[in-house]
């Protein structure tokens, strides 16, 4: 009788531990930031790396405090006094460093431009990603960081990747002052990409994504299967520009039209030819550079 009692507790114990090991396992590869991801050079000689480094280098480091108690931090170019300011902010396990080719660009047509490191990332404290959840908030906090500064700003929000993902959030709560938001290589939703990526590795996804978001759920505070950019912009009129490569492999290409086509204020997008993930700006820089100019310059 005894021996049947272990049998079970030992059976229960293993029914309830290996789902949330294997759970463990998925979130700290896909949440956690305790790991640097090495940035590859666009031009493949450094200069355009060294050229972000010199430009951050002239920013003021400013911070702010997350609604969870992290010290965020960002670059803060505010030379111009131009009224108008470009937030952007980097990718999944990116650098601020990125979007260089963009915010330098905007710097010099005269926008002050306000340069995010994402919440684990750079000089920003912690080390688990939301996939845009907590993102979004923080991003709206910055979005007030301007505007108890400048209270008749316009405001402009950039993202690439997971954060365009949370530009798209974002701009579902339809903070103030924010007149335009551009948005490359989002995904239509967390849960889909997932499925995605694990699918064209072949690894049954269904199962694995409940169970890890409920321990999701349990570990980290939030779901990431309600984390969905494509349901966000059905609740916003902000014009938004969406970005996506023609080539993407990592977030399908596909996932940018239920965004683009559930965004119910103005909108263009453009789907740059042979570009691959959150590549676009790299491979058309001039042209890129130049869309944007233009799509905010109607509304600013």
């Not at 700003?153 to 335009?180: C, D, T």
């Not at 239920?258 to 997008?269: D, L, Q, T, V």
Request: aromatic share 12%; hydrophobic share 40%.
């Amino acid at each position: 009788m005894m021996r049947k009692a272990i049998r079970i507790i030992l059976l229960l114990l293993v029914i309830l531990i290996v789902p949330a090991a294997i759970s463990e396992i998925f979130l700290r590869y896909a949440f956690y930031t305790g790991f640097d991801r090495l940035l590859s050079d666009p031009d493949g000689d450094g200069s355009e790396i060294e050229e972000a480094k010199a430009f951050l280098g002239t920013c003021d480091d400013v911070y702010i405090l997350s609604d969870d108690g992290l010290k965020l931090h960002a670059y803060f170019y505010n030379r111009n006094s131009s009224g108008r300011y470009i937030i952007t902010m980097h990718g999944y396990k990116d650098t601020a460093l990125y979007n260089g080719i963009f915010y330098r660009y905007m710097a010099e047509c005269g926008y002050d431009v306000l340069v995010i490191d994402v919440r684990g990332h750079g000089k920003s404290e912690g080390v688990w990603l939301s996939m845009g959840e907590k993102e979004k908030d923080d991003l709206l906090l910055w979005v007030d960081y301007i505007r108890t500064m400048d209270e008749d700003a316009k405001i402009v929000l950039h993202g690439v990747s997971m954060g365009g993902a949370a530009v798209m959030l974002a701009a579902g709560e339809n903070p103030a002052n924010v007149v335009a938001a551009i948005e490359e290589s989002g995904y239509s939703s967390v849960y889909d990409e997932f499925q995605y990526l694990l699918e064209s590795h072949h690894i049954p996804a269904r199962l694995l994504l409940n169970m890890t978001d409920a321990w999701c759920r349990i570990r980290l505070g939030f779901s990431f299967s309600s984390i969905i950019p494509s349901e966000a912009v059905k609740k916003t009129e902000i014009p938004m520009f969406f970005i996506h490569g023609s080539n993407d492999t990592f977030v399908p290409t596909e996932m940018v039209w239920p965004c683009y086509e559930n965004h119910n204020g103005e909108k263009e997008i453009w789907i740059a030819e042979g570009a691959v993930h959150a590549r676009c700006m790299d491979k058309y820089k001039d042209e890129y550079n130049r869309r944007c100019l233009e799509f905010i310059e109607c509304y600013i």
